[in-house]
């Protein structure tokens, strides 16, 4: 009874192990089956890996290529642009030299013509004061007898140096009580009246043959515009200017010349 006993726990036994050694062999079976398709999946992905790496390594130096000759055309349209810079550069400091040597003979040729110019238009204003000068000076003879002043006699430019004064009067129309000083322009401005007030408050002390006799002042002109006409007036000056063909006083009877 107990051999039975024994014999069917080995029997039991047996078989737990016989069953136990068959799920060794399936597990060492799909292990080794699970490590050859890692194996496998291992070299496709280390193959993949391989070739992404030829395909990374190819593109690299495909890129790599294209930047070096890239920068080699850089280089080469950067020289190409100094060059032509360069030249540009060049022209332009010729043309411009060219150009302010052709404005600098302008300008001498221009400042010829300017003094040439002024000196014309000099003598044309010397000239044409001469003209106005012989205008008026036959005309005061006249002028001023209309206005009960008889006139004796007329001198042209005189000219006085005294105690540091000096003047010149272009006409002097007097007799043997009165005096009147004449500033003749061709065009007269304020300017020119105002100098001539200055010269008739020193008249005397640098002509004093005439301190005794009662100085006025007058001014003529071809051309004079109302408001120096008005001005000249309110100084009391004799104003003589054009009316028609003629010179003529263009005072008012109302009008009462200053006594120096």
């Known amino acids: 009874m107990n051999e039975q006993i024994i014999y069917g726990g080995f029997e039991r036994v047996w078989k737990m192990f016989e069953k136990t050694d068959h799920e060794i062999q399936e597990l060492r079976q799909f292990l080794r089956e699970q490590s050859q398709e890692t194996d496998r999946q291992f070299k496709e992905s280390n193959e993949q890996f391989r070739q992404f790496s030829q395909e990374t390594d190819r593109q690299f130096k495909e890129s790599n290529e294209q930047f070096r000759q890239l920068s080699q055309e850089t280089k080469h349209q950067f020289k190409e642009s100094n060059e032509q810079f360069r030249q540009l550069s060049l022209e332009t400091d010729r043309r411009f030299k060219e150009s302010n040597e ?11 013509k300017i003094n040439k110019v002024s000196q014309d238009i000099g003598k044309l204003g010397g000239r044409w004061g001469e003209f106005v000068e012989s205008m008026v000076r036959p005309a005061v003879l006249r002028l001023f007898q209309e206005r009960g002043l008889i006139v004796h006699e007329v001198h042209r430019n005189l000219v006085a140096e005294r105690n540091g004064l000096s003047a010149e009067i272009d006409l002097l129309v007097t007799n043997d009580e009165h005096c009147v000083a004449v500033e003749v322009k061709s065009l007269l401005s304020v300017d020119d009246v105002r100098d001539h007030l200055a010269r008739l408050e020193k008249f005397k002390a640098l002509f004093p043959r005439y301190a005794d006799v009662q100085l006025m002042g007058a001014v003529a002109s071809a051309v004079i515009y109302d408001d120096v006409s008005k ?13 028609g063909h003629n010179m003529e006083i263009l005072n008012d009877s109302a009008f009462k010349p200053k006594i120096y």
Not at 234 to 240: P, T
């Open 102 to 112: 052709q404005f600098r003979q302008l300008s001498r040729e221009t400042d010829k």
């Open 231 to 243: 001005y000249a007036y309110r100084q009391g000056l004799f104003v003589l200017g054009q009316k």
